[in-house]
């Protein structure tokens, strides 16, 4: 198997009951010249959804050119609204995740779903994961890396995550929502350098403030080759030591925590790659494009290849892996 666990895409049939029950789910659609933009709650219209966004037959063609055989597939986190009062929130979640069980049961049986949850409500993104995973079939769920800048160690977020350990799902971790830095706005600096940061603190938080070791069966995956975190471990394990910060919540040093995580392979870099799977072992990793974006890779499946990790590394972060994890059918 050749499996992408990191693909975005938002149901039609999402946006067509927004369209007819706007005061429901909070959300207000305006239809463009071949783009789609919502309105979240009172908050401005998030950047316009592009055509293959919410066309699947467009993913289904670029897996087959690619060889891909089989897909995860989550919401862009523009759209998962976290902003939204609890009952809207909700709504739109419910309504995500049925359209996308729809919209695949009518497309291709080699992709599977992850959830949108409704994290500004903690038990009630705890019951959406359950009925994702329960009764329509999804594989994990998909989340931000900030829940309206809370970070995700907070223990108020404790029972979406223990939902995700007793059901054995995975939860992939995609950043959107950034800290207020005003250097971002340059150069597209927000995504270049915001969304690999918004990771690394997610997975610190994560670690640091306790999550990890109170959920010792859950499993998270990082995208983007981890942010920045696998590459600075050194320097948080000399942090543990040098301050008592790090470990004040009983946390070990972080190096103890780099295979708690799963890391998709979008690291536009062979050499970040391979230092990747040496830090973390193959068996760690899993292939990602981050379709339809401009920052994912169009080839992903040639560019895991080129770094030549070996037989069994490479069919390892191919396909294997995520077989198991996301227990998909060989």
């Known amino acids: ?9 938002v149901s039609p049939n999402a946006i067509d009951m927004a369209r007819r029950e706007p005061d429901t ?14 309105q979240l709650g ?13 066309t699947l037959s467009t993913y289904l063609s670029f897996m087959k050119s690619r060889g891909i055989t089989g897909a995860l597939i989550g919401p862009p986190m523009d759209v998962v609204g976290y902003h939204l009062p609890p009952r809207q929130g909700q709504a739109w979640s419910r309504m995500l995740n049925e359209g996308l069980a729809e919209s695949m049961k009518a497309a291709d049986l080699s992709v599977h779903g992850l959830a949108t949850v409704p994290l500004q409500d903690p038990p009630s993104a705890a019951a959406e994961l359950r009925h994702a995973v ?15 800048r809370r970070p995700l160690g907070d223990a108020a977020l404790d029972p979406f995550w223990r939902e995700a350990m007793d059901l054995d799902v995975p939860v992939i971790l ?15 600096l927000h995504n270049l350098v915001g969304y690999p940061f918004e990771t690394t603190l997610a997975a610190c938080s994560l670690i640091f403030g306790g999550t990890l070791d109170r959920m010792p069966e859950l499993t998270v995956v990082l995208v983007h080759g981890g942010g920045f975190f696998p590459y600075q ?19 070990g040093p972080a190096s103890r925590y780099t295979r708690r995580f799963y ?20 068996d760690r990793l899993l292939l990602g494009s981050d379709h339809p974006f401009g920052l994912g890779h169009p080839e992903p499946v040639r560019a ?18 995520a077989a198991k994890l996301f227990r998909l059918e060989a």
């Open 1 to 9: 198997m050749i499996v992408d666990v990191h693909t975005h895409f």
């Open 25 to 38: 789910y909070g959300v207000r659609v305006t239809d463009m010249e071949r783009s789609i933009q919502l």
């Open 42 to 54: 009172d908050q401005s219209p998030i950047r316009p959804l592009i055509e293959p966004l919410y």
């Open 134 to 148: 329960l009764s329509l079939g999804f594989r994990g769920a998909m989340i931000d890396t900030n829940v309206q």
């Open 174 to 188: 995609h950043p959107y929502v950034l800290e207020d830095v005003a250097r971002f706005k340059e150069f597209y």
């Open 233 to 251: 471990v050194g320097r948080f394990d000399h942090g543990h030591l040098a301050r008592p910060e790090p470990g004040s919540r009983g946390a």
């Open 263 to 282: 890391y998709d392979t979008l690291t536009h870099s062979t050499q970040s790659l391979c230092f990747l799977c040496n830090i973390v072992g193959a």
């Open 304 to 321: 895991l290849r080129d770094a030549k990790l070996g037989d069994a590394a490479e069919n390892a972060a191919l396909g294997s892996n």
